[in-house]
């Protein structure tokens, strides 16, 4: 029980930082991405290979993970930077589409349907981190840390220019503001820190493969981000705890057959998402809305 | 010959996308709402097609079923989703997250009630004869043209010529000029969902007598329509038409240089190229911004 | 030599913008001399909005130039113009609505796109402050710009603009709808801001807050410039007020 626990609390961990990743460019900067589970990914992949061939270190392989994504984060700005609004949406969607053909195709790199498997236990400048809790410590020391940058930043002035833009990009530009630099600049820190959490998402699993970089998963971290509350600091948090609980709580409730499990808990989040959109659309920790 | 038959396979699937990217296209020309659930509409059908041809009913009746499954998601979604939406925010990103949860429902209901499995109804439809040697068209070839262009004829003449349709076309121009006309835009908007919905159900059926149905379709006609839609220029029924086709071939003539696996990608490819060069699309006018 | 005489920080030259087969602008000519006030009157779809667009890099003129300081400015964009010092109004106000009334003047004054501003960040909060109290929004600061009243909105996008320190302002209806009072309040500051020699152009429909501001009216109809002078000559006119009211018959 405590085995499952400790898992549980990681993944928690990691998916808190990459939902509140996702929020820098869905809250903040109204870059709707669908695709989040690329980059994502690409950090996981790039961890994994690091951890295989270098070292399982903690901070290499979150920090390569968090370089390759964010490098890699310019296939999302491009289309940021040309559309917006519905088009950026389905560019986003088709993003997703090539990069999880992507992912199953390149097999010398990504291990292919089968994935990389086998990533030794992580480490932390040469100790060992493999015991549960001592990876559950880096875990939140990486969730609380990426939490404090993004926090200074989004509370300090590129916070303030990136949701000016995303509420009237016409107006932020004639004040001055360097729109297609201020979005790229959120894409990458969005797309970065997502990678930091693929990294330690690899050495958490000790294997990945494609099935973890899908659609659905670009869905489920959106939805963890909508759910809580887009634009606030504690809703993303507030998401990933309640869609990474319904599983587990749904195990325990009779009546459902084991096999069922996992439609039957996409179904609850898909209805959740709809009715939040219907009733309360700024999410579970956002404010009602204004007035207007 | 290998090229022409791709090509040949490419058509048929292009001319199904093209209907239901029409159907999408129909509907966010009539309404402004992208009708991200559109690819619910075509599972809902094919699935409900699939259900009546085991429970034993005839194949026209079947289309029914599908047809009326179809059309009621479309009002459904219509009433009950957009148009509260719309009455509070109307934000475009809340009226897609919404649409995808619904996405997701119908998707996790078809997998809780028909597994997560291919299913499909026999048929002869891909029995195929040869035209030219070597040259190999199925039943399914002919159907598809044929629905397609009595379907495109029928909308054409209907858009084009009768009052509500010209109405239809007018409703997301000029709201005001229909209540001048006596013309009520909410029937209108619960017209072109019906219409735009029942599009999806040759696509559906065909598909499901075909190469079977799973219940990603949702998910995966959701993309098609929209990535026609982009290629097309959104909003113009024409251009969803062409991108629908153009998706359709691109899918399966990829086939002949790579990887089946990239058949599903090489759709976005083109989309992806489209909206970095080209965001209005073939037939857009202008991008809206 | 009197303010005329000297070059005027804004002037265009032949300015001209199609719409499909719309002649929106059609060659106008405009100098906006430094520290007065300069009102565009002219009916709906005149142009007013365009020419602000086409002026502010917004648009891509068809023909013509914006000269800054007299020096032609060539092909430009809405940030390069705003960094030469001119500020902008929206008929539409386009306030950052999901963020507070003090964010928003905060927001107008952090060019820099980097995670961080060059510069002294105690001064341009106290920039920020200072814009608020002269529009009468100190109270307000805190409160969504969503969330605000129809006047106070109207003078968060005065804050703004104020804020920036910009040497010319082009505002777009700023007054239109504002109750006698708020009207007395935005008078005095564009007054004052005259005062300190900040050029002001302001698209106005009421002819009572144009005769009451402006030192001189630029009359635009149909995209052309038909008449500009000062208050009293252009609004005697009979024959512009045929137009203006619509008595185009
Ligand atoms: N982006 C655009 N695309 C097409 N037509 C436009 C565009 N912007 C303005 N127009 C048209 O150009 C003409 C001038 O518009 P403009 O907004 O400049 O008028 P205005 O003088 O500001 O009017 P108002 O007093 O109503 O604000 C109008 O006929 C308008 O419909
Ligand atoms: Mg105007």
Known sequence: MTAYLLNLAQLAAIFGLLAASLNVLVGYGGIFSVAHAVFFG???????????????????????????????????????????????VVASLGLQMVATTAFTEAEPVTGGLGGLVGIPPPQLLGLSLASPWAFLAVCLAALFGGLAVMRLLMRGSFGRSLMALRDSESAAEAFGKNVALLKTLAVALGCAIAGVAGGLFALQMAFVNVE??????SVLVLAMVIVGGAGTLAGPLVGTLLLLLLPAALSFLPGIPPTEIGAVQQAIY??????LMIFRPAGLAGRAQGKR | MLLAQLLVSGIQ?????????????????????????????YALAGYG??????????????????????????????????????????????????????????????????????VAVTSSLTRASAVLPGLYLARAFWIALGA????????????????????????????????????????????????????????????????????????????????????????????????????????????????????????????FAFILFRPRGIFGAALAR | MTPQAMTPPLAVRGLAKHFGGLAAVQGVDL???????????????????????????????????????????????????????????????????????????????????????????????AAAAAALADTGLTAAAGALAADLAYAERKFLSLARILATGARIWLLDEPASGLDPASRARFVALLRAAAGRGITVCLIEHNLDIVTELADRIVFLDQGRKLAEGAPEAILRDPALAAIYFGDRA
């Open chain 1, 270 to 275: 898909g209805l959740a998402m709809t009715l």
């Open chain 2, 148 to 271: 397609a262009a009595v379907l495109f004829g029928a909308l054409g003449l209907f858009l084009a010529r009768t009052r509500t349709g010209i109405a239809l076309r007018a409703l997301a121009e000029n709201p005001d000029l229909l209540r001048a006309y006596g013309l009520s835009a909410r029937r209108l908007s619960a017209l072109a969902f019906a219409l735009g919905s029942a599009l999806a159900v040759p696509g559906a059926v065909l598909g499901a007598a075909t190469t079977g149905l799973s219940p990603s379709v949702a998910s995966h006609v959701m993309l098609v329509s929209l990535a026609a839609s982009v290629v097309g220029g959104i909003g113009s029924l024409r251009g969803a038409a062409a991108g629908g086709l153009v998706l359709g071939v691109a899918e399966n003539l990829v086939v002949s240089v790579l990887d089946t696996q990239w058949s599903e990608a090489a759709g976005f490819v083109v989309l």
């Open chain 1, 42 to 88: 690409f950090g996981a992949y790039a961890g994994a290979q690091i951890a295989l061939n270098v070292a399982p270190d903690v901070l290499l392989v979150s920090a390569a993970g968090g370089l390759v994504a964010g490098v890699l984060s310019l296939a999302l700005a491009l289309p940021a930077l040309r559309v917006r609004g519905e088009y950026f």
């Open chain 3, 31 to 125: 100098d906006l001399p430094a520290g007065l006030i300069t009102a565009l009157v002219g009916p709906n779809g005149a142009g007013k909005t365009t020419l602000f667009n086409l002026i502010t890099g917004a648009l891509a003129p068809d023909a013509g130039d914006v000269l800054l300081d007299g020096a032609r400015l060539g092909p430009t964009t809405p940030r390069q113009i705003a960094r030469r010092g001119v500020a902008r109004s929206f008929q539409d106000l386009r306030l950052f609505d999901h963020m507070s009334a003090g964010e928003n003047v905060l927001a107008a004054i952090e060019p820099a796109a980097w995670f961080w501003q060059p510069g002294d960040a105690a001064a341009r909060r």
């Open chain 2, 49 to 118: 097609f699939v259900f009546a041809v085991r429970a034993g009913w005839s194949w026209p009746l079947a289309a029914l079923l599908a047809t009326v499954l179809a059309v009621g998601f479309g009002l459904f979604m219509d009433a009950f989703v957009y148009r509260p939406i719309q009455r509070h925010t109307g934000s475009f990103f809340t009226v897609f997250v919404a649409a995808f949860g619904v996405v997701i429902v119908v998707q996790s209901g078809i997998e809780i009630g028909f597994g997560r499995a291919f």
């Open chain 2, 13 to 41: 699937t292009g001319l199904l996308y093209a209907l239901t990217a029409a159907g999408f296209a129909l509907i966010f020309g009539a309404t402004r709402i992208f009708h991200f659930a559109h690819g619910a509409a």
């Open chain 1, 212 to 217: 973890s970089f899908t659609l659905d998963q």
